[in-house]
């Protein structure tokens, strides 16, 4: 008998059982789906750490305050705020160090103009910003040095912020917008960077004196963190061990004792993310795996069920000159054709889904080509691993007592 | 040399501690041609020695000799294979796929033969054994559109489609009334006399047995008598005096 009439008798028997092909077939799909779908997650995360590498420049250094990577031991390490402004002035003398700009943010606020009204957070941070993240303007301009001493309530905006506040269109600069009670003039309007290539919007921000966010809006003297530039990229590494030198003399940290601040490269960032990206990626898979496996259980149970149903048509097959090989293969392809199908249908899900997540809920999500034939290889594993043994049970029929079968 | 050579077959099964003797000590020759009829009581070794001339079974002992060869000790797809290219069932029961056409239901043994792999030829092969049957003009129905005689014709061209050289029938008018039952035997009797098939036919009716050629008697796993029937009926004479009925 040749394969593609097995699966035509395959086709034509689940045909047949309409419903209960389809519920069999659920299974897979659901399985197939979830697998997907997190796996998407998991690389849509893998991808967005790259492109923020990519695009912030690779010789950029971030410090944080507080230092999570000493271990979980001593509770509250990693939100310790002990970096300051004066830190920053110390590193801008750290030689290789071009630019630095302090970072603290003020999130929750809403944002008013008009009866236009929108959510993002505020981001303070220093006059180096657009040098640093190569980011130009589109109108206005950035805040001076000035603004950022006296804590001026000025602000630039990305395009999707001035959009969501101003749907008329026109000129912004010079506008007044409240963030939450405070009054802020728009003095500048940062080009459109669009969404990047995993759905995040690059365009829904503010910025705003450091000083501002500081006294004004949170009433803090700390900061949250900086991010430096160094001159060149190829003695990034000394320049961030220097930072860390400066730092740990500024904080008084004793030989042995682990660090309040964390200064790492992008790299670093990427390197350490990448970790926990493929952690969680392997985690959620499995999970799915596990519905997988139950797809897989119930394409089992209802194979088991067929065999017995049709034990007379397999006595009668076996009567007229089937082989066991032959019988054995029809079912296998009729639990193949189940998990195949299934699965295919389940690869289209996890793609909807997937997209809808980044559509949605702006979640980065990428459904790669080696992971679609990577769950496809699994449905087809799937269905031949759990159809082997009712196929193999209905090939081991003793063609009279199937024939006798009631 | 005759087509089947059967010699001190024996058949035992062990059902718990108690041995079943189901088949003593067989021995019979049957020749190319015939048309056996087979009777005896219920529980004689009818329907096993049968199973095994049909090769679905083998023999606890003995030898059976099909077309001069020793087949009772093959591998299950040689005897597989045999089924397929020799050998033709006919049930009691039908044993007709639910939901398939008549046409599909023939097709079915060629599906197991290599030899018939193309599409258009199945077709072809089954059309022209339904015609042997009498329903060319039913090959769309499905079986539960059918009545039982039909459903019996479609059988047994289903047992035809591989040209086998042996048909096997295990009550085949079980299920049937008798006028139907004697259309089923004139089909029998056409393809015994017109294209040589031999024709081994389970029957509990004496009446049946006699459109046989010879009668081999069972009783308790052994052959009682052995006799050539002497006044043969004809099937197809019997139809034609039969008061004319609304046909098919
Ligand atoms: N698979 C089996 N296991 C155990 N005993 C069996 C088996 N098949 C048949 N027998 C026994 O073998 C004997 C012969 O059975 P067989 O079916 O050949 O009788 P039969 O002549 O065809 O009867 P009937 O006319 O009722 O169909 C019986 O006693 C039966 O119980
Ligand atoms: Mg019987």
């Given at each position: 008998m040749t394969i593609f009439m097995t699966f035509r008798i395959a086709l034509k028997a689940l045909n047949r059982n309409k419903m209960r092909t389809a519920l069999t077939m659920l299974g897979m799909i659901i399985g197939v789906g979830a697998v997907i779908t997190m796996v998407a997650l998991g690389n849509g995360a893998q991808v967005s750490i790259e492109q923020a590498v990519q695009s912030a420049g690779t010789n950029v250094i971030m410090v944080n305050s507080g230092n999570f990577s000493s271990g979980g031991v001593r509770q509250g390490q990693g939100m310790s705020n002990t970096m300051t402004p004066d830190d920053a002035v110390a590193i801008r003398e750290v030689p290789g160090v071009q630019f630095l700009v302090e970072t603290i943010n003020n999130r929750g606020g809403q944002i008013v103009a008009g009866n236009q009204n929108w959510n993002t957070h505020v981001e303070g941070t220093n006059v180096d910003l657009p040098l640093i993240k190569n980011w130009p303007l589109e109108s206005g301009q950035f805040f001076t040095p000035t603004d950022v001493l006296s804590a001026s309530k000025v602000c630039v905006i990305g395009t999707t912020v001035k959009n969501m506040l101003f749907p008329d269109g026109g000129d912004v600069v010079e506008q007044i917008i409240r963030i939450g009670k405070h009054p802020f003039k728009i003095i500048g309007v940062l080009i459109s960077k669009g969404q990047s290539s995993v759905g995040q919007d690059q365009d829904d921000v503010i910025y705003a004196p450091f000083t501002t966010v500081q006294k004004k809006m949170r009433g803090v003297t700390y900061i949250e963190s900086m991010t430096v530039s160094a001159a060149s990229a190829d003695n990034i590494r000394q320049t961030s061990d220097a930072i860390a030198a400066v730092l740990r003399v500024r904080h008084k940290i004793q030989p042995g004792d682990s660090d309040d601040f964390m200064v790492r490269t992008l790299e670093d960032i990427a390197a350490m993310r990448t970790e926990t990206t493929k952690t969680m990626t392997y985690l959620l898979a499995s999970i799915a795996g596990v519905s997988l496996l139950v797809g897989g259980i119930g394409i089992m149970n209802i194979m088991l069920v067929s065999v017995t149903e049709r034990t007379r048509e397999i006595g009668l097959r076996l009567a007229i000159g089937a082989r066991g090989g032959d019988v054995l293969m029809q079912f296998l392809v009729e639990a193949v054709v189940i998990s195949l199908l299934g699965g295919s249908i389940g690869i289209g899900l996890g793609y909807g889904l997937s997209r809808g997540l980044t559509q949605f809920l702006q979640w980065p999500t990428y459904v790669s080509p080696q992971a679609v034939l990577v769950a496809f290889g699994f449905a087809a594993g799937i269905g031949i691993f759990f159809g082997f043994y009712p196929a193999r049970k209905a090939s081991a029929l003793d063609p009279i007592e199937a024939l006798r079968y009631e | 040399?005759?087509?089947?050579?059967?010699?001190?077959?024996?058949?035992?099964?062990?059902?718990?501690?108690?041995?079943?003797?189901?088949?003593?000590?067989?021995?019979?020759?049957?020749?190319?041609?015939?048309f056996l009829a087979v009777t005896g009581p219920s529980g004689s070794g009818k329907s096993t020695f049968m199973h095994i001339l049909g090769c679905l079974d083998r023999p606890t002992s003995g030898q059976y000799f099909l077309d001069g060869k020793d087949v009772s000790r093959l591998s299950k797809n040689d005897l597989a294979r045999i089924r397929n290219h020799q050998i033709g069932f006919v049930f009691q029961g039908f044993n007709l796929l639910s939901r398939t056409t008549a046409l599909e239901n023939v097709e079915l043994p060629l599906l197991y033969n290599s030899a018939a792999s193309k599409g258009s030829d199945r077709k072809r092969r089954a059309m022209e054994s339904l015609k042997l049957v009498g329903l060319e003009q039913r090959t769309h129905h499905l079986p539960n559109q059918l009545s039982g005689g039909q459903q019996q014709r479609v059988a047994i061209a289903r047992s035809l489609i591989n040209n086998p050289s042996i048909l096997l029938a295990d009550e085949p008018t079980g299920n049937l009334d008798t006028k139907t039952s004697i259309e089923v035997m004139d089909v029998?009797?056409?393809?015994?006399?017109?294209?040589?098939?031999?024709?081994?036919?389970i029957t509990h009716e004496r009446d049946i047995a006699e459109y046989g050629t010879r009668i081999v008697a069972f009783r308790d796993g052994v052959i009682k008598t052995d006799e050539k029937i002497a006044n043969r009926r004809i099937a197809s004479v019997e139809l034609a005096a039969l008061p004319p009925v609304s046909v098919d």
């Open positions: - | 040399m005759s087509l089947i050579s059967v010699r001190d077959l024996k058949k035992t099964y062990i059902v718990g501690d108690i041995e079943v003797r189901a088949l003593r000590h067989v021995s019979l020759d049957v020749e190319a041609g015939e029998f009797q056409t393809l015994n006399k017109e294209r040589g098939i031999t024709v081994l036919l």
